[in-house]
């Protein structure tokens, strides 16, 4: 990641892109431009061949400059940033300040991309990207632009493993206030990666995250509880209490101290007196999940026929005479 910074001072954590897929995304916008060159170049000679050997010379220098050179520059203008090969390999154009390039920006790159690629054939393009700590071209340093990655693979998520079960609701008392944020990540990747590393080096790892937890929280684990578990426990605690300030706010009617907590049918199911965490354990001193008890729909109400509303209602339309006795 390279680190740039906005007119805002604000750092900008980008991954410069390398030499391979800007190659590539060279390749394919030289193959696209040289296409259409050579289609317009035929044209034009059929167009062009009554005129004079002058006029034929000013039509090819101009079509020249027009395609190779007039074509990319708007491209990346009117794109910003993004031809039809950095498209393909999810690159872009940005400024030093990661904004957007101009019209100026790509006027530069595009002038000096005629004498790095087109009349070297990329050799000094190749060079000064390899030289570069970023990866830039001499255009990218004149006009004062990086090439950065836009697609970037996601991290696969993964799940921390819950605590054992005689370790829940044995930390419900610890002071975890003066946790940082990043030990809380070295402790999460650690457990969620704890299976891929040799046990002797995961062993080691542990005790020492466990150490920078114990001197945060200022409390030891309880005697014989091995360091991998402490941590598991006291992650799934910081989980719960997340759990329990996320839900405790939302109050069941009728239910001193209840929380609405989302149930997996969609609708809601009250906890008594306490919190479900999102390891699915209750933290100590708090009651179990308690199930709704059914309650009965209310009987419907019996309906009462008046024999005067009925022989008000006319069952007939009148047509004047009177049916028989």
Do not use: N
Not at 210 to 215: C, S
């Amino acid at each position: 990641m390279s680190d740039v910074v906005t007119g805002d001072a604000v750092v900008l954590g980008l991954q410069p892109a390398r030499l391979p897929s800007r190659a590539l995304a060279v390749l394919i916008d030289l193959v696209v431009v040289w296409a259409v060159y050579l289609l317009v170049t035929l044209g034009l000679a059929v167009a062009t061949a009554s005129l004079d050997e002058a006029a034929v010379t000013a039509v090819s220098i101009a079509s020249f400059l027009l395609i190779l050179v007039g074509a990319p520059i708007a491209v990346e203008t009117l794109s910003h940033g993004r031809s039809l090969g950095k498209l393909a390999c999810g690159l872009r154009v940005v400024r030093d300040d990661g904004g957007p390039i101009r019209f100026r920006h790509a006027l530069v790159r595009g002038a000096m991309g005629v004498v790095e690629i087109l009349m070297t054939f990329g050799v000094v393009a190749c060079v000064a990207s390899l030289v570069s700590e970023r990866g830039r071209r001499l255009g990218d340093v004149f006009a004062g632009t990086l090439v950065v990655r836009e697609r970037i693979p996601a991290a696969r998520a993964l799940a921390v493993p819950p605590p054992p079960p005689w370790l829940v609701g044995r930390f419900a008392g610890l002071d975890l206030s003066a946790v940082p944020e990043s030990l809380w990540l070295e402790i999460r990747q650690y457990l969620t990666r704890a299976r891929e590393l040799d046990p002797a080096v995961g062993r080691r790892l542990a005790e020492r995250l466990a150490d920078e937890l114990v001197a945060r929280t200022g409390t030891p684990p309880p005697p014989g509880v091995p360091a991998d578990a402490y941590l598991a426990g006291v992650v799934a605690e910081r989980q719960t209490r997340e759990a329990r300030r996320a839900f405790g706010s939302a109050g069941v009617a009728g239910v001193p101290g209840a929380a609405g907590v989302p149930g997996p049918d969609g609708g809601a199911r009250a906890v008594v007196s306490g919190a479900v965490g999102t390891s699915g354990m209750t933290a100590p001193g708090f009651g179990p999940p308690v199930a709704p008890s059914p309650v009965a729909a209310p009987a419907a109400a019996p309906v009462v026929v008046s024999p005067v509303a009925d022989a008000q209602e006319p069952t007939a339309p009148a047509t004047g005479f009177a049916p028989p006795a």
